[in-house]
Structures are given as C-alpha cells and as structure tokens.
C-alpha cells in the first residue's frame, strides 16, 4: 500500500502546470452583489459607473442671493446695481440654484434696498458660487474599474454616484480537512498519544488574511472510505479543498489514494523543503491539497502552492512582495534535491543592513514561526551559505517593526520574557527578539553584532568570580559594558517529593539515575561540569549528560513528566513545575551590551525596566531571584 | 448663535493635550476573552503562556523499536547485539515513547531475530528518533507578551501550549452621529436639496481599517434638542462619538452647543486645511469629535485626529508612516495660517524618483480621495511649492503598486476608462491613473515626464490636420511618437428634443441661448473656438462662454439638467444623457507618447487593448466611434 514519491518536480513547474490545468478546467473566481456599505476592502468584479450626478443638482455653495449674473453686468463701487425682489432669491448653503438664476451672491456683498430690493456694488460672474451639477462625478462615468479594492473614500463617491450596490469577487471557500487517529480537537488535557489538532486554525488564519473563507471539518478517522468520503463532501461544498496529514508514503497514509478515488493527482512530491510530500491533486475544477502534518510544512506548502490559486480565486496580488537581502550570520547548508525555505531572525545593523540568523529548521517547531521574522529562500541548486554571504529574505515584519526590533540573545531565563511584556505595556514601539542560546552563545552574537543585549552567567572556575573574565577573553578592546541583572538560586531540580532522595551532585552520577542536561555552551552546563569537577565526578558516568534542553524549563518539564530523575536549573523552572529542589549556588546573570547599543533608545528602555519595581515584583512571584542591584553598571571594558 | 472659531491651534498641540487630557480621565482600550480560533489580528492585552507543553510528552518520531539505549552500547556491524522481545516494543510514528525506554531505532535498521527478538548493528544514543517533552513550547513560557498582533502560527502555538481563549483588546465601537435637515440616507434617486449622507460609510470603512467598530446612528435633524438627546445617547452607548457636520459657525451649526451641553471642549478650531471646522470635546473620558460636513475634510480630520485616540483604544500603531520625498510636478500655494493637506497623485520616474501632481483640492470631491495616491503634507510655516521642489507625502498605495502604475494624462474620453477596465479584466498587476487636463494638458505631462501617454485631439487650423502640428511645435527634438487611437463624431448636444431648435453653432450666440463650454486647453473648446472663427461668431456674445466644464459628461450633465442649451462634445456623452445631439465633425483622439515609455510593459499591454475586438465592441455600445486604425503609429518624431 505505500507509495513512493512519483515525482520530486520543481516548484515553479508544479504550479505553473497546476494553475493551467485548473483553469483549463474551468477554475474562476465567483461573484456576489453586495451592498455599498458592505464593500470596503473587497475586489470588484465588474466596472462600476456612477448612476446619478454629484452634486445631482445645482447647489448654491454660499449663503446669499441667487441671481442671473447678468443682471449684475456694469455695477462698480461708484455704479451700483438694483435689483428688484421678484428678480432674485435668498438662498442658504446647500439649497438648489432657482432654475432661472444662474449667479450666487454673498450675503456679504449685499446691500438691502426699499421694497426688498438689493443693490450690489459689484457685478457677479455666472455659475460663481454654485457647485455644480457633476463636480464630483457625472453619471455614466466609471468611478472604479474592475478588479480594484474598495477603499473608504469609493465607498463615498459610489454612494454620491446613486450606486447602492456592486458586484464583487465573492471569498472562495476552502474547505480543511483534518485526519489522523491520534489526533484531537484542542484541549487543556490531552492524554500521551494524542496529538492537538491546531493546523486547522494556523490554516483558517492564513486564508483569513488572504480574503478566503475557511471551513474547517472535523477530524476524519485514518480510514480509507472516511476519508473519500470526506473529500467527496468537500469537493462539493467548497471551491478548494486541503486535506491535512496523510499526504506522506506511510502504511496509514491515504490522502493520495482519497484524491484518486475523488479526482486526480497532478504532481506528489515536490522539491521543496519542507513540504516536500505535497500532493496536488484537483476534482474538475476544484483544487484539492494534500497538505503534510507538520505546522511548518503545512504553512510553507499554503504559501507556495495554494496562495497562487487563492489570488486566482480571490482576482487579488496576496503577495507582499517584501523581498530584501540580507546578510546571513552564520553557516547553513542546503540540499541540491530541494528548494529550502528557512525561517530566520531579521535584524538591522548599524549601516542599514538586513541581518538574518537562521532559526530551528524543525518542521514541527511553531513557535519558530511566532519567532520567525522572515524566510530565508534557498534556491534548489544552491548547496548553502558560509556567514556573510547575502540570502534573499522574504520578510514577515515590517522594516519598521524590524527596525524597533531590541535583540536579545544568551541565556535563557524567564526574565527576559517579563521585561519584554513590561516593555510592551509601556511603549507601543518596542519589540523584542530573544533566542535562547546560552551564555557563549549570547557572546558570541554580541560580538558579530547581531545583539543588542546579551544574557551571560559565567563562572569563572579560578577566581570564582561571574562573567568578568570571559568579556575579558572575548572583547580583548573592550567597547561593551557589563550590567548586573539579578543574582538567582541555580541547584537540583528533582522530581516531586525527591523519591531518588538526591541530596547533591554526587548522588546524580549512582544509583542508575537518568541526568537531563543543557546545551553545550549554556552557563547551566559550565556551572555543572565545575560541580563535577569539584566533586572528581566522571561525567561519563552520568546517564543523560548528552541529552540537551535549551531552556532552564524544557529541563524542569523532563523531570516533571519523569522521563527524567534529576537536572540543574533554577529555581523558578523548578517552582513552575512543582519539582523539588536542592540548591546549589547563587549566582550572577548579567547583562551584555556594546556601548553603540547603550544610545539605542529600546536598550535604554530595557535598562530603566530592568532597575523598575515592576520587574521586581514580577520576579518574586517566580521566585528565587534578587534583583538588588539590577541595572547597574558593573564594569566597562 | 454664531460662533466664532475660539482657536487656530496647531494640530500636534491640540491632539497631544486632547490625547492627555483623554487619558487624565481615565479613557482606555477594553478587553475581552476570546477563544484562540477567533483571536487572528487580534491585539493581545495580557502576556500568554503556555499551559502545557508541546509536545506534551515523548513522542517517537520513527517508524521502529522503543529500547534502552544503555542496551545498545557496543552494537556494530561485527559485534550486533540482540535483544530480547520483553526489552523493546514496535512503535508508530506519534506515539508515546514507553516509560521504561530512552531512545528509538529506525524499523529499517532492525534485524528480526528468533523467538520475536531483535539484532541491532549499531548503537543508539539515548533520545534519538523522540520528539522530546517541550521541544516546541514549555508549559510556563511566555508564547505572546502583551499588546501583540496575534498571528496564524501564533494561534497554532498558543493551541499547542493548552490555551484555549485569551485576553484581547476589544475593539472601540465608535458612535457616528450624522446630521442636517438637507441630508437623506444613500438613495439612487435624491431630490433637488437633498444631499446623500455617505460620510458615516466613509468612515465606517476607515474605522473598520483601523480595527475599531463602526455604529452609525439614524441622521439627527438640525435642531438642538434632538442633537444634544443624539450625543448623549452615543457617548453612552459608544466608547468613541463623531458628531458629522454642524461642527462650523453657521446659524444652523450646533454641534458645539451639543458637545458642551453634554460635555466640554477642548477645542473649536485647528489650524488644518481642510478640516480645520473641527471640534475635539469629551464627555468624562468619552471623547466626542466634532467633524466637518465636506468628506475631504472629514477624513483628513479622521486621520490626524481621530487616529491618535483609536491607536489608544486599539492598543496598536496604527501609521502605515509610509512617507517619502517626491518631486513636486506644478508650482502649489499654501497659507501661512494652516498645516495643508493636498492630495495628490504620485508617480515613479526613470531614475526611481517619486513624483507628485496635486489634485483638486475641493474639499467636497470626493473622487479626489479615490483618485489620490498619497497626501503632501504642507507645514503651517511654508508658502508653498515651486515647481521642481521636493515635497513630504505620505503614500496612500503601495510602492509595487505606483511602479506599476500608467499615468493618463489628457484628453476626457470614457474610452479610456474602457482600457482601464479591460486591462485590469485581462492583467493583474497593471494599474491606471487618468486626469483629464484636456489636450494640451496631455501634452505638457508627457513633456515633464508625468504621463506615460496623453490623449489628444487637436486639430490645427491651417492644415486641418488633427495633432501632428502641435507635437512637432511642443517636441521639436522628437523623441516622441503619435498612436492612432479612434476618431469620434463632435456636436452640439442640445435638450432632448432640442426645444430651442438649434441647428448649428450660429445659433447658440443668439435668442438668449445658454452655453456651457469646457475648460482651457481642451481640444474641444479649441474646435469650438475654431468654428465660432470659421462662422465669425463674436464669442462675447455667447452667454456662458466662461462656463466651464472639464468632460464631455459634465457638459452633457449640465444641459440634461436644463440649465444649459448647449455644448459642445461627443456623441458618446450625449448617447448616455440620452440628449438630442447635432454632428459637427470626425475628429481624431490620437495617444501621445514618449519613445522610453513606449517600453513599458503596460503601454504595451495599453496598445495592445487598443487595437483589440474589446475595446472595439465597448465602443460601439458607447456610439459614435471610429476604431479602424487604433493602435497604429501615425507618426514618430
């Protein structure tokens, strides 16, 4: 029953050949007359021509009297003209011009005569002071052609133009179909196995954005009939059709074998990355997708190939185009077999220059693409970037954004998140990249300058001192500072109620105990390898010394869920999760900054928080920090 | 009862104090629970994290055999280990990692042995082929801080951390209050004296644009009472109250007595044009904007009023600050007295520079705003522009979109508006702006560089050849080249049934006749000079010679109305206002361009529509066209 990949076809070719093959068959965008009111924003789909002229009328634009101007031929100051009552009208603003008149006079220039006549001492021009019919629009005149967004202001000159209603390109509707055994509606609660179903809301919000509507179905059973079955409906029901998941060549994949049995399948497999196990498929004229399970190759592959044929059923260009180059930080590399989309972190130097670090490419990490300022396009016959070369980045913020954009990059702790959220109450312009890579790592980016501020606990072995030393080593011309930012408790976090009954270090490398380690580079680590040292432990002994968290609670979550009996952290990890803990040390986690970035008006915010009383309290109910000299400067190199 | 303004206040002072005095009384954005699949765009109003972790637990991500790694150790090709069948268990894909095992092998590189064992000839490392506890999000970390835009991988991220809904800002609704005792709800047939109220749409869809919710009240009548009881109910109904027109010092303007009456104001006068009628008042912390009749003004007051409170309300930034210097192409005045706000078309020229041609800046033309690219913005310190001068606009349309924008400068003929509408049937990235400047004007802006192409039809008096004089008098260095587009058929259009028995231009300065001409410049008025000439016709003694209008539709509107006789113009015009119509001659409306843009990718397409069955088939429906050679070259210079 599986398949292999029939094809690994380019991109460009899959969609060119799929977009064509639709439209052959039929595939258009659809219409609906809607109201004026209910327009803005929508695509029109015929020209609209005003029915009516605006003004409709002659309107007088001055309060005065109305009048044929030549009656008014002659008068000067000296030659004053009279005018007889039955020969003119008082006129307000707004009121329509008396047929026989063809002149307005401001009440200003009017003189009050006997016997309701009125004298003015300056002749008047015809059609002053009257807006006249058509000065908007005139009926018969195109006000909006097709296929042009309706903005605020043509809903105002479609009403003045007696159009009360207009035909549009109605929304498609996309219909989304989730599969799967394991998979289930979103819950608080799941229970092991089951996998939160959460690709059919990411999926709704992209079609959302692009003008489409989505109907979501519910869950459909890895059942070959169900699902045809399902498909069947949808094509019905819907101008397009995702199918989630099952779209690989595994034993309970059946997306491709529902498409067959319901339409055809163009292409399976298309060379790109992720999103490789695509499936495009049609029934008559109605695209069905199947999309893979994983969130990031499921957006990659939206974008890619069902955005195309959503702007041919929308009649709109839903691409932003937002294309930059930018300068990439670091090393990646890239298969010949596929084209590669990469998410990646945008910043802007000094110089005005896009910078872009590469992100986790794990193709089930979301939150990389919360994270993700843009995507890095690698082009299929391209093997990879050493750091520094330029990459094309199609950007997912704005360069405003970006540009107000603080990175932060070092260590983890909760903290950094605090000061962000109090950062974001407090300004409206402020926004904070952060990426958890250790201290070395938060060095490291400070010094390429890829940070503005960077999270370091350090310790020194020799002098037991923190962080000094190593800004020393790293930053032999000085040019940054080191600011104190809290000291916090590091130690054991084990499991609740201690059943292992670990009382230190040295218990962790006996007794058969499993160790859930940090990343190589993490301060946490350095602390723990100085431990072991300390205590002539052979870490080679330790169960689990090589397993790696990247953040203080990926390590408290391990314990918590017992696949793990020890790990060190600090305090508050251990506090989320209800562990137990032995603690170890205190310790100081400052902060990095080059003195270019100290004038930077965000990194200045981030140090008035990080000595503000709201960080303090935040931090107390965490736990395990003191935050007594927060925001001082504790050297300058 | 009239007041006079108390102030001419500058705008950034009036805003920043309302905005301060707003907030000094408590006003504030409101918050609302929703759930997770509703919140896409949504501001979030509280930091969100995560309530459990995702995964949520050890999920093998391979096809194979769950074991200790610690099993493995020693495992190669020569020395292979087996492993009993109660060691191990087979596992899919997603499914939990069983609490006694750390590490997962790949089905393929399993060897079944006997008796249900199996034989490994490699090693496993503890945690391979597991989708670890927490590798996409811990439970306890921070997915979104505060005041953030929600995106669709970020409700996947929020769905993966077990939150089911979040706290968001919640939109403003915001009271609009129109009034007048002139004005009718949008109507396809108003009146004389009515005025169709499409303010309150206007605004609806700018308020929707910013994310605040709209609530339109039924239209007041001019009187006190009733709208001090309108303002009132809104500001208890509504977070926000636009009070529409009524907002000047005329006998009949109550807005400010209404806004008093239930609040204060600030102030009653802004140093803007237009807009400055504008009252800023409140309520307790209800603010309550006082906003002038004219539309133009309306938005304008809108935009730089009303903005700034929404961003407070929305919690969001809501400046596109898409600002850019551009070559302004005519010389434009501004008063010393107001900060100026001009709309105006914008162009991108060969080197890349933006170009800026003001439009009418009558503040009651609504199609100005549809037609405006951008809005220079004037300060209240400068004079004005010469021509050449770089000017401040803030852009109204995209950049891709301006670059692929053909500007149409000229000669009013609604084929033009046809080419529009095919181009944009047939390309989805071709954009059209049109100006009808009349023929001369259509030569000048291919002169400066302003319009791609210019419609012309000027006919040269000696020769009686149409255009080709003119273009070599205003081209003497060529570099230009004449299009044929259609001939039509020039006449006087006259009163259905033409009750004044016109039958030729002699008799128009006779019997009392009213004419309506069109503006200078415009090649029919420069025919109609040319035949007064030919007929000896003293043009003084034609009443309405001054009388201006600037299409063939507004002429034909103005005698359909019957408050002209006659015109002069096309049979198309007079077709559509179903006029009595008096041919005087075939003319030739050519398209002047310069040979750079004659590579343009969308004058192409231009020429292309032309001269095809389309255009064609529109015409003849209009009436009174030639098309025979439309879309060849008459001439290069």
Tied chains: 1, 2.
């Excluded at 913020?397 to 959220?421: A, V």
Aim: proline residues 4%; glycine residues 8%; contains cysteine.
């Amino acid at each position: 029953m599986a398949y292999q990949y029939l094809t690994n076809t380019p991109l460009e070719k899959a969609v060119e050949e799929y977009l064509s093959v639709l439209e052959n068959l039929g595939m258009k965008y659809k219409t609906q007359q809607i109201s004026v009111s209910e327009a803005c924003g929508k695509i029109t789909s015929k020209a609209v021509y005003a029915k009516i002229c605006a003004p409709h009328y002659n309107a007088c634009a001055m309060d005065g009297i109305a009048l044929k101007a030549s009656y008014t031929f002659g008068a000067t100051e000296t030659t004053p003209v009279t005018i007889q009552k039955e020969l003119f009208a008082y006129v307000d603003t707004g009121d329509p011009l008396p047929k026989e008149f063809d002149s307005v006079v401001m009440i200003e220039d009017v003189s009050q005569g006997d016997d309701g006549s009125v004298v003015l001492h300056s002749c008047a021009v015809p059609w002053q002071h009257i807006r006249q019919i058509g000065e908007d629009i005139c009926a018969g005149d195109m006000i909006l052609p097709s296929f042009t967004q309706v903005t605020p202001a043509a809903m105002g000159a479609m009403l003045a133009g007696g159009v009360m209603s207009l035909s549009v390109v109605k929304p498609p509707v996309v219909g989304i179909i989730p599969t799967g055994d394991e998979i289930i509606p979103p819950s608080e609660n799941p229970k092991e196995g089951e996998i939160i179903e959460f690709n059919s809301t990411i999926f709704s919000g992209i079609l959302n954005t692009w003008g489409a509507k989505a109907k979501t179905y519910p869950i459909v059973l890895d059942k070959k009939e169900l699902i045809i079955n399902a498909v069947q409906k949808a094509v019905n029901e819907c101008d397009v059709v995702i199918l989630n998941a099952g779209s690989s060549a595994g034993t309970e994949d059946f997306s491709r074998l529902a498409v067959e049995n319901v339409g055809k399948v163009l292409y399976h497999g298309i060379a790109i990355k992720p999103g490789k196990p695509a499936i495009l498929g049609y029934a008559d004229s109605v695209p069905i997708l199947g999309v893979p399970g994983y969130p990031v190759s499921g957006i990659i592959v939206l974008e890619q190939i069902l955005k195309p044929v959503i702007e041919r059923l929308c009649k709109q260009n839903l691409d932003n185009n937002n294309v930059v180059n930018a300068t990439v930080g670091r090393r990646m590399t890239s298969s010949l077999k596929y084209r590669e989309f990469v998410r990646t972190r945008v910043g802007i130097n000094e110089k005005g220059e896009y910078t872009a670090v590469p992100l986790s490419r794990g193709a089930g990490v979301v939150t990389s693409f919360v994270k993700a300022d843009g995507i890095i396009d690698v082009p299929q016959d391209c093997e990879g970037y050493e750091a520094g070369q330029i990459v094309r980045v199609n950007l997912l913020r704005s360069e405003k954004e970006l540009r107000n954009t603080m990175s932060i990059i070092g260590s983890h702790d909760p903290l950094i998140d605090e000061i962000t959220d109090i950062l974001k109450i407090n300004y409206n312009n402020c926004f904070v990249a952060s990426s958890h890579t250790g201290s070395m790592g938060g060095i490291m980016a400070v010094k390429r300058g890829e940070a503005h501020l960077g999270g370091v606990h350090l310790l020194d072995e020799q002098s037991g001192e923190y962080n000094v030393s190593y800004i020393k080593k790293y930053f032999p011309n000085g040019e940054v500072v080191l600011v104190r930012g809290v000291k916090r408790i590091q130690g054991i976090m084990v499991q609740k109620s201690n059943p292992q009954k670990i009382k230190g270090i040295e218990d962790i490398a006996q007794n058969n105990l499993s160790y859930v380690n940090r990343q190589k580079g993490s301060g946490t680590r350095i602390l723990f390898d100085y431990l072991c040292s300390q205590k002539n432990i052979d870490k080679s002994k330790i169960y689990g010394y090589e397993r790696e968290e990247f953040t203080h609670t990926g390590v408290a979550a391990q314990i918590a869920a017992k696949t793990a009996h020890a790990g060190l952290g600090i305090y508050s990890a251990s506090k989320t999760y209800d562990l137990d803990f032995i603690p170890v040390c205190n310790e100081e986690y400052d902060f990095l900054i080059s003195k270019q970035a100290l004038d930077n008006e965000n990194v200045q915010k981030f140090l008035q928080v990080l000595s503000g009383d709201d960080l303090k309290k935040r931090l107390e109910k965490l736990g395990g920090y003191n935050t007594d000299f927060a925001g001082e400067i504790k050297e300058e190199f």
